[in-house]
């Protein structure tokens, strides 16, 4: 059946970009590690000192986990645009013996799943930092890894869907400060849904068109408990429909300026 000629194909190359994952694994750790013992240690020992509850460290645990995977975007996009003003390897990938879809594919499972053990180091890693500050018994794991997981599809997806909407890298600035960093910031790092509800009811709906949003809260349920938060369904749901959105106005943007048939 083509369909398993299709996934073989796809299988292959996914090992092959898994090998060369392995050469930069560590070196991308570290970099996520500093990142992350920095804002955990600040927020944890630092910020209380100015009147912030002493568990905003816990807070933002959660907050480091749903961004982990969202710094690998601005990197990927580069890549991308600079293959298709250069080399176009791409092209390549275009003529083996399956959809011109799955060449998009590949590289959305390539970005989401390398992503996803880099993730999961951090809480290990904050609870060292925090220590009893830190309290696990609220987390729930297979929540966490399904939202893990659904976390990184969404950054694999937002990849292929931002890099169909840069022209060129003169302009590739403009995907951290038009579309990255609002989306995170405005996304809940620092505060939940509910907060922001309380402060004006117009601009939390508004921010439900966000799919860093639901990232956030769906991070924040499973690792510390659901009160307080967005519900856990009803986050997994949307970030599907982000995903297939994305996804599917990506591949179709990008098979239209690749001119891919």
Same mark, same amino acid.
């Given at each position: 059946? #083509? ?27 570290? %970099? ?26 816990s807070f933002m645990v959660a907050g480091v ?16 645009? @600079? ?30 799943? @390398? ?10 890693? @904050?609870?060292?930092?925090?220590? #009893?500050?830190? %309290? ?5 794991? $297979? ?22 909407y840069v022209k060129g890298l003169e302009t ?36 439900? $068109? ?11 349920? @499973? ?15 949307? $970030? ?22």
């Amino acid at each position: 059946m #083509n369909i398993l000629r299709y996934s073989s194909i796809l299988g292959q190359l996914l090992l092959t970009d898994f090998l060369l994952f392995r050469r930069v694994f560590w070196a991308k750790l570290i %970099d996520l590690s500093i990142w992350a013992v920095t804002v955990v240690a600040v927020t944890g020992y630092l910020m209380p000192a100015f009147g912030i509850e002493s568990a905003y460290g816990s807070f933002m645990v959660a907050g480091v986990c749903a961004s982990a995977g969202l710094f690998e975007v601005f990197p990927s996009v580069m890549n991308l645009v @600079s293959d298709f003003e250069g080399d176009r390897i791409i092209s390549f990938y275009s003529t083996l013996p399956m959809p011109t879809s799955f060449v998009f594919i590949r590289l959305f499972l390539n970005y989401s799943l @390398s992503a996803i053990p880099l993730t999961l180091c951090i809480v290990p890693l @904050s609870k060292l930092v925090l220590w #009893n500050q830190f %309290d696990l018994s609220n987390m729930h794991v $297979l929540k966490f890894l399904v939202a893990l997981v659904i976390t990184n599809f969404l950054y694999g997806a937002l990849i292929v869907w931002v890099t169909s909407y840069v022209k060129g890298l003169e302009t590739i600035g403009s995907v951290w400060m038009r579309f990255i960093y609002p989306m995170w910031f405005l996304g809940g790092f620092q505060f939940s849904w509910y907060v922001l509800y309380g402060f004006s009811p117009t601009l939390a709906y508004i921010n439900l $068109l966000n799919p860093l949003t639901y990232v956030m809260e769906i991070t924040r349920v @499973s690792l510390l408990g659901q009160e307080g938060y967005v519900n856990y369904w009803l986050c997994l749901a949307a $970030l599907v429909g982000f995903i297939v959105f994305f996804m599917w106005r990506g591949i179709k943007r990008l098979k239209k300026q690749l001119d891919f048939i």
